[in-house]
T-cell receptor, first 113, second 113 residues
């Protein structure tokens, strides 16, 4: 199993550009999450999904959209990138809402100029 | 919302020394997770504690959840350079956030020769 994978690993955008981050998991997990990690702020939840076709807002959803058309994929979109969105983005998944492990991807480092 | 405070924020220890990292919650913990993050990489699951007084060990790392379930400690015995990284504690949230984990801001550990 590849676990949780993220593409791309690095990206540099100019202000106003758009892009999509892809998260894929091959563990048949129902729950998927997008976090951002910033110095001094820790990990903050952007959006999450509790199953195929469902998405919901997390703690810091503004400026982002998500889609979960297939169970294994969770996409994070930035329609008009801003410098404040410079961050490291992590995707995670888990099989159930119980007290089980949440698996993380390797992260995407995004810089918005 | 539940807040997790980690202490210390950073730690520099000499190889071979023992160390302890603390994680204190503003609310009762129903599932406390410890992750390790190598610099520039993703999060690696270490262990999860659920019951008051519970203690788990993995190699030279031991984590404990206090009886009141509001504080956890992570202890490393005879530290090695491979232990260097950022240690994050996370708490299970409720259905309002899809059971995502809330994280502390992390403790940065450097082990010197």
């Amino acid at each position: 199993n590849a676990g949780v994978t993220q593409t791309p690993k690095f990206r540099v955008l100019k202000t106003g550009q758009s892009m999509t981050l892809l998260c894929a998991q091959d563990m048949n997990h129902e729950y998927m999450y997008w976090y951002r990690q910033d110095p001094g702020m820790g990990l903050r939840l952007i959006h999450y999904s509790v199953g195929e076709g469902t998405t919901a807002k997390g703690e810091v959803p503004d400026g982002y959209n998500v889609s979960r058309l297939k169970k294994q994929n969770f996409l994070l979109g930035l329609e008009s990138a801003a410098p404040s969105q410079t961050s490291v983005y992590f995707c995670a998944s888990r099989v159930s809402p119980g007290y089980d492990e949440q698996f993380f991807g390797p992260g995407t480092r995004l810089t918005v100029l | 919302s539940q807040e997790l405070e980690q202490s210390p924020q950073s730690l520099i220890v000499q190889e071979g020394k023992n160390l302890t990292i603390n994680c204190t919650s503003s609310k009762t913990l129903y599932g406390l997770y410890w992750y390790k993050q190598k610099y520039g990489e993703g999060l690696i699951f270490l262990m999860m504690l659920q019951k008051g007084g519970e203690e788990k060990s993995h190699e030279k790392i031991t984590a404990k959840l206090d009886e009141k379930k509001q504080q956890s400690s992570l202890h490393i015995t005879a530290s090695q350079p491979s232990h260097a990284g950022i240690y994050l504690c996370g708490a299970a949230s409720n259905s309002n956030s899809g059971y995502a984990l809330n994280f502390g801001k992390g403790t940065s550990l450097l082990v010197t020769p």
